[in-house]
């Protein structure tokens, strides 16, 4: 009986295993080699669904907290293969290979340290097993050791995509089981040990794109002024050229919105009563 239960056991820890190297395809390549980050640096991570989900929703901020000597990293969990756009592609598959590239081309331009994407099926989020979804971002935290990760509520931000809604929640899991040793024992090595998430934000705003179905978004608590970086935020997302129809209104809704990238926390190490910030690491200790 118990080699039946191990070897159960045993065997859904290969299948996972599989399903990180088998999800993860092109800039994720890098997240199979042993990486050290800088333990004394800070580190932000953002999770996403979508490519051009990292610049529309998270660009400014990305672009900030890198220009100021922090390390960067974007897991995005779609290559948005069933997007309504096509940029020419005559198939999903041609599709996700060109957005692969323009993922990698709007990194480049938002000065990503770790971009990584990954081949989960787009608009089918929530029919996902969760608990391969989660293993697979555990271990992207548990390698890059963010101290604040960003990611989407719920609600899935001003669009209301239900796959940036599940994205989150993988995201959120992922968080809380990444920090704990009875939580996917089989990932830990020398070089990749637990890690606790020491702040998780969720994405909001203060408006919401006429008739689309109803969103109560989040209220903010982290106001982020990313003036000085707004083109760049703006040049990333032209970068994903196939979905160029949506650039007259990403514009229209960010231009007399510039200033500013809103943030709802969600969990803090530190606890205690929630205060508005214009930091997203205010109070984090660098060296965890």
Same mark, same amino acid.
């Given at each position: 009986m118990?080699d039946a239960?191990?070897?159960e056991?045993?065997?859904?820890?290969?299948?996972?295993?599989?399903d990180? %190297?088998s999800?993860?395809?092109g800039?994720?390549?890098?997240?199979?080699r @042993? *990486?050290?980050?800088n333990l #004394?640096?800070? =580190?932000?991570?953002?999770?996403?669904?979508h490519?051009?989900?990292?610049?529309?929703g !998270?660009?400014?901020?990305?672009? %900030?907290? =890198?220009?100021?000597?922090?390390?960067t990293?974007? +897991?995005?969990?779609t290559?948005?293969?069933?997007a309504?756009?096509?940029?020419?592609a %005559?198939?999903? #598959?041609e599709?996700?290979?060109?957005?692969? %590239?323009?993922?990698?081309?709007?990194c480049?331009?938002?000065r +990503?340290?770790?971009p990584? *994407? !990954?081949?989960?099926?787009?608009?089918?989020?929530?029919?996902?097993?969760l608990?391969?979804? +989660?293993?697979?971002? &555990?271990?992207?935290? =548990? @390698?890059?050791?963010p101290?604040?990760?960003?990611?989407?509520? $719920?609600?899935?931000?001003v &669009?209301?995509?239900?796959?940036?809604g599940v994205?989150?929640?993988? $995201?959120s899991?992922?968080?809380?089981?990444a920090?704990?040793?009875?939580?996917y024992a089989?990932?830990?090595?020398?070089d990749i040990?637990?890690? #606790?998430?020491?702040?998780?934000?969720?994405?909001t705003?203060?408006?919401v794109i006429?008739? #689309?179905?109803?969103?109560t978004l989040?209220p903010?608590s982290?106001? *982020?002024?990313?003036?000085a970086?707004?083109e760049?935020k703006?040049?990333? !997302?032209?970068?994903?050229?196939?979905?160029?129809p949506l650039?007259p209104?990403?514009?229209?809704?960010?231009r007399?919105?510039s200033?500013?990238?809103l943030?709802h926390?969600v969990?803090?190490?530190k606890g205690?009563?929630?205060?508005?910030?214009?930091?997203?690491f205010?109070?984090?200790?660098?060296s965890?």
């Amino acid at each position: 009986m118990l080699d039946a239960v191990y070897g159960e056991a045993f065997s859904w820890r290969r299948i996972l295993r599989a399903d990180v %190297k088998s999800a993860a395809h092109g800039l994720s390549r890098c997240s199979n080699r @042993r *990486i050290r980050y800088n333990l #004394r640096m800070l =580190r932000l991570m953002c999770v996403t669904a979508h490519p051009d989900d990292e610049a529309g929703g !998270f660009g400014g901020t990305l672009l %900030k907290y =890198r220009a100021a000597g922090a390390e960067t990293s974007v +897991v995005c969990l779609t290559p948005g293969q069933a997007a309504t756009h096509r940029g020419g592609a %005559k198939s999903d #598959r041609e599709l996700a290979e060109i957005r692969k %590239k323009e993922f990698a081309a709007a990194c480049e331009i938002l000065r +990503v340290s770790r971009p990584v *994407i !990954f081949d989960y099926p787009d608009g089918q989020l929530y029919l996902q097993n969760l608990n391969r979804v +989660v293993y697979a971002l &555990t271990l992207e935290i =548990r @390698r890059f050791r963010p101290q604040v990760l960003m990611t989407f509520g $719920a609600d899935g931000g001003v &669009t209301g995509h239900p796959d940036h809604g599940v994205a989150g929640m993988f $995201a959120s899991l992922a968080s809380q089981w990444a920090g704990r040793n009875n939580r996917y024992a089989d990932q830990l090595a020398s070089d990749i040990q637990p890690h #606790r998430t020491q702040k998780l934000y969720y994405g909001t705003a203060d408006f919401v794109i006429p008739g #689309r179905q109803p969103i109560t978004l989040a209220p903010h608590s982290a106001s *982020i002024d990313v003036k000085a970086h707004f083109e760049e935020k703006v040049a990333a !997302f032209k970068a994903h050229t196939s979905q160029a129809p949506l650039f007259p209104l990403f514009e229209q809704n960010v231009r007399n919105r510039s200033e500013k990238e809103l943030f709802h926390l969600v969990a803090s190490v530190k606890g205690g009563p929630v205060r508005q910030e214009t930091d997203l690491f205010e109070g984090v200790d660098e060296s965890a």
